[in-house]
Protein backbone atom coordinates (compact mmCIF):
# COMPACT_ATOMS: atom_id res chain seq x y z
CA UNK A 1 0.00 0.00 0.00
CA UNK A 2 2.05 3.51 -1.30
CA UNK A 3 0.67 5.97 1.15
CA UNK A 4 2.99 8.33 -0.58
CA UNK A 5 2.83 8.73 -4.20
CA UNK A 6 4.62 10.49 -6.66
CA UNK A 7 2.64 10.07 -10.01
CA UNK A 8 5.30 11.18 -12.65
CA UNK A 9 8.34 9.24 -12.99
CA UNK A 10 10.15 11.88 -15.09
CA UNK A 11 9.78 15.67 -16.31
CA UNK A 12 11.50 17.56 -18.60
CA UNK A 13 11.58 21.31 -17.94
CA UNK A 14 13.75 24.12 -20.20
CA UNK A 15 16.28 26.24 -17.96
CA UNK A 16 15.11 29.26 -16.65
CA UNK A 17 11.23 27.94 -16.47
CA UNK A 18 9.33 26.71 -14.02
CA UNK A 19 9.25 22.53 -12.51
CA UNK A 20 6.50 21.37 -10.37
CA UNK A 21 6.83 18.22 -8.90
CA UNK A 22 3.77 16.71 -7.30
CA UNK A 23 3.32 14.37 -4.42
CA UNK A 24 0.10 12.90 -3.56
CA UNK A 25 -0.72 11.37 -0.09
CA UNK A 26 -3.39 8.62 1.36
CA UNK A 27 -2.82 8.60 5.50
CA UNK A 28 -4.29 11.72 7.24
CA UNK A 29 -2.24 11.14 10.14
CA UNK A 30 0.58 12.58 8.49
CA UNK A 31 1.47 16.02 9.57
CA UNK A 32 4.55 16.90 8.18
CA UNK A 33 5.85 16.64 4.87
CA UNK A 34 9.18 16.79 3.31
CA UNK A 35 11.26 17.26 0.02
CA UNK A 36 14.56 15.61 -0.43
CA UNK A 37 17.14 16.29 -3.74
CA UNK A 38 19.29 12.86 -4.62
CA UNK A 39 21.89 12.68 -6.99
CA UNK A 40 23.13 8.92 -8.57
CA UNK A 41 24.78 7.33 -5.75
CA UNK A 42 24.92 9.81 -3.60
CA UNK A 43 22.56 9.97 -0.07
CA UNK A 44 19.54 12.46 -0.66
CA UNK A 45 19.96 15.88 0.58
CA UNK A 46 16.82 17.94 2.44
CA UNK A 47 15.81 20.20 0.12
CA UNK A 48 12.32 22.06 2.02
CA UNK A 49 9.55 21.39 4.43
CA UNK A 50 6.40 21.97 5.24
CA UNK A 51 4.05 21.43 8.79
CA UNK A 52 0.64 20.61 8.29
CA UNK A 53 -0.38 23.59 9.90
CA UNK A 54 0.92 25.58 6.67
CA UNK A 55 -0.18 25.80 3.36
CA UNK A 56 3.11 26.88 1.83
CA UNK A 57 6.79 27.43 2.26
CA UNK A 58 9.58 29.68 0.49
CA UNK A 59 13.25 29.07 0.45
CA UNK A 60 14.98 30.95 -2.28
CA UNK A 61 14.22 29.40 -6.02
CA UNK A 62 11.84 26.51 -3.59
CA UNK A 63 8.48 26.81 -3.14
CA UNK A 64 6.29 23.85 -1.53
CA UNK A 65 2.49 23.78 -1.46
CA UNK A 66 0.60 21.81 0.47
CA UNK A 67 -3.27 21.52 0.11
CA UNK A 68 -4.82 19.00 2.99
CA UNK A 69 -8.17 18.71 1.63
CA UNK A 70 -6.89 17.18 -1.69
CA UNK A 71 -4.14 15.33 0.47
CA UNK A 72 -1.27 16.78 -2.20
CA UNK A 73 1.51 18.62 -2.18
CA UNK A 74 3.75 19.99 -4.78
CA UNK A 75 7.53 21.53 -5.16
CA UNK A 76 8.14 24.34 -7.17
CA UNK A 77 11.32 25.73 -8.17
CA UNK A 78 11.62 28.90 -10.01
CA UNK A 79 13.99 29.54 -12.10
CA UNK A 80 15.03 25.75 -12.78
CA UNK A 81 18.44 25.45 -13.26
CA UNK A 82 20.48 22.34 -14.85
CA UNK A 83 22.49 22.19 -11.24
CA UNK A 84 18.55 21.00 -10.35
CA UNK A 85 18.73 18.27 -12.42
CA UNK A 86 18.15 15.50 -9.69
CA UNK A 87 15.72 12.72 -8.51
CA UNK A 88 13.45 14.28 -5.98
CA UNK A 89 11.52 12.53 -3.45
CA UNK A 90 8.92 13.73 -1.49
CA UNK A 91 8.78 12.08 2.19
CA UNK A 92 5.88 12.38 5.08
CA UNK A 93 5.88 12.03 8.86
CA UNK A 94 3.24 11.12 11.09
CA UNK A 95 2.98 11.51 15.00
CA UNK A 96 3.30 7.60 16.79
CA UNK A 97 3.84 8.36 19.93
CA UNK A 98 8.18 9.08 19.85
CA UNK A 99 8.73 7.28 16.55
CA UNK A 100 9.36 9.30 13.90
CA UNK A 101 9.42 8.11 10.72
CA UNK A 102 9.46 8.86 7.37
CA UNK A 103 7.11 7.26 4.33
CA UNK A 104 9.02 8.25 1.19
CA UNK A 105 7.27 8.09 -2.66
CA UNK A 106 9.34 6.79 -5.36
CA UNK A 107 10.32 10.17 -6.71
CA UNK A 108 10.33 12.23 -9.88
CA UNK A 109 13.97 12.57 -11.92
CA UNK A 110 13.74 16.02 -12.91
CA UNK A 111 16.26 16.81 -15.95
CA UNK A 112 16.67 21.09 -16.40
CA UNK A 113 17.58 21.20 -20.27
CA UNK A 114 19.73 23.87 -21.98
CA UNK B 1 33.10 18.99 10.27
CA UNK B 2 28.99 16.91 11.29
CA UNK B 3 27.75 14.54 9.17
CA UNK B 4 26.92 10.88 8.65
CA UNK B 5 29.78 8.44 7.13
CA UNK B 6 28.96 5.34 5.82
CA UNK B 7 31.66 2.84 4.87
CA UNK B 8 32.45 1.28 2.50
CA UNK B 9 30.81 2.54 -0.37
CA UNK B 10 31.08 -0.72 -2.06
CA UNK B 11 30.42 -4.01 -0.71
CA UNK B 12 30.23 -7.89 -2.26
CA UNK B 13 28.32 -10.43 -0.57
CA UNK B 14 29.09 -14.25 -1.39
CA UNK B 15 26.28 -16.80 -1.35
CA UNK B 16 25.58 -17.58 2.15
CA UNK B 17 27.96 -14.82 3.95
CA UNK B 18 26.90 -12.15 6.67
CA UNK B 19 27.78 -8.72 6.01
CA UNK B 20 27.84 -5.85 8.09
CA UNK B 21 27.84 -1.81 6.54
CA UNK B 22 28.87 0.49 9.08
CA UNK B 23 27.08 3.94 9.62
CA UNK B 24 29.17 6.21 12.32
CA UNK B 25 27.22 10.06 12.88
CA UNK B 26 28.69 13.11 14.78
CA UNK B 27 25.83 15.56 14.59
CA UNK B 28 24.45 14.18 18.38
CA UNK B 29 21.19 12.85 17.54
CA UNK B 30 19.48 10.50 19.14
CA UNK B 31 17.35 8.89 16.53
CA UNK B 32 19.10 6.35 13.33
CA UNK B 33 17.84 4.83 10.68
CA UNK B 34 18.59 2.07 7.81
CA UNK B 35 16.59 2.05 4.46
CA UNK B 36 16.91 0.03 1.48
CA UNK B 37 16.71 1.62 -1.98
CA UNK B 38 16.47 -1.18 -5.23
CA UNK B 39 16.32 1.08 -8.93
CA UNK B 40 13.05 2.76 -9.86
CA UNK B 41 11.64 2.32 -5.95
CA UNK B 42 11.75 4.92 -3.31
CA UNK B 43 13.75 4.49 0.26
CA UNK B 44 12.15 1.53 2.06
CA UNK B 45 12.70 1.52 5.74
CA UNK B 46 14.55 -1.63 7.02
CA UNK B 47 15.33 -0.81 10.87
CA UNK B 48 15.36 2.31 13.30
CA UNK B 49 16.77 3.42 16.82
CA UNK B 50 15.31 6.11 18.45
CA UNK B 51 17.76 5.51 21.51
CA UNK B 52 20.87 3.45 22.37
CA UNK B 53 20.08 0.02 23.43
CA UNK B 54 17.24 0.10 21.48
CA UNK B 55 15.46 -0.21 17.98
CA UNK B 56 12.47 -1.60 16.04
CA UNK B 57 11.83 -3.15 12.77
CA UNK B 58 10.93 -0.77 9.62
CA UNK B 59 8.42 -2.34 6.89
CA UNK B 60 11.40 -4.55 5.47
CA UNK B 61 13.37 -5.90 8.52
CA UNK B 62 13.51 -9.42 7.64
CA UNK B 63 17.09 -10.90 6.91
CA UNK B 64 18.47 -7.54 8.63
CA UNK B 65 19.67 -7.33 11.64
CA UNK B 66 21.36 -4.44 13.83
CA UNK B 67 22.93 -3.07 16.72
CA UNK B 68 22.85 0.22 18.83
CA UNK B 69 25.49 -0.33 21.47
CA UNK B 70 26.82 3.93 21.16
CA UNK B 71 24.77 7.03 20.40
CA UNK B 72 26.73 7.47 17.34
CA UNK B 73 26.69 4.42 16.00
CA UNK B 74 24.55 2.17 14.19
CA UNK B 75 25.59 -0.88 11.92
CA UNK B 76 23.55 -2.99 9.65
CA UNK B 77 24.39 -6.81 9.52
CA UNK B 78 22.57 -8.25 5.94
CA UNK B 79 23.06 -11.53 6.86
CA UNK B 80 22.77 -14.85 4.60
CA UNK B 81 18.43 -14.82 5.24
CA UNK B 82 18.24 -11.81 3.00
CA UNK B 83 17.67 -13.72 -0.42
CA UNK B 84 17.74 -10.26 -2.54
CA UNK B 85 20.34 -8.19 -1.30
CA UNK B 86 21.47 -6.29 -4.03
CA UNK B 87 20.51 -2.58 -3.47
CA UNK B 88 21.53 0.62 -2.36
CA UNK B 89 21.88 1.46 1.24
CA UNK B 90 21.39 4.53 3.20
CA UNK B 91 21.53 5.58 6.47
CA UNK B 92 20.14 8.62 8.54
CA UNK B 93 19.62 10.14 11.09
CA UNK B 94 17.73 12.93 13.15
CA UNK B 95 16.69 14.37 16.16
CA UNK B 96 14.44 12.61 18.42
CA UNK B 97 10.70 13.41 17.06
CA UNK B 98 8.17 14.09 20.17
CA UNK B 99 4.68 15.00 19.31
CA UNK B 100 3.00 16.77 16.14
CA UNK B 101 5.23 19.66 15.90
CA UNK B 102 8.31 17.30 15.71
CA UNK B 103 10.77 18.56 12.79
CA UNK B 104 11.69 14.58 11.54
CA UNK B 105 14.31 16.37 9.44
CA UNK B 106 16.59 12.74 8.72
CA UNK B 107 20.19 13.92 7.41
CA UNK B 108 21.74 11.09 4.98
CA UNK B 109 25.13 9.49 4.82
CA UNK B 110 26.64 8.76 1.11
CA UNK B 111 25.55 5.44 1.05
CA UNK B 112 26.54 1.92 0.34
CA UNK B 113 25.91 -0.26 -2.63
CA UNK B 114 25.93 -3.98 -1.92
CA UNK B 115 25.81 -6.86 -4.78
CA UNK B 116 26.29 -10.17 -4.81
CA UNK B 117 29.05 -12.25 -6.11
Known amino acids: DQQVKQNSPSLSVQEGRISILNCDYTNSMFDYFLWYKKYPAEGPTFLIS?????DKNEDGRFTVFLNKSAKHLSLHIVPSQPGDSAVYFC?????????????FGTGTRLQVTL | DGGITQSPKYLFRKEGQNVTLSCEQN?????MYWYRQDPGQGLRLIYYSQIVNDFQKGDIAEGYSVSREKKESFPLTVTSAQKNPTAFYLCASSIRGEGMSAKNIQYFGAGTRLSVL
Open chain 2, 27 to 31: LNHDA
Open chain 1, 91 to 103: AASGHTGTASKLT
Open chain 1, 50 to 54: ISSIK
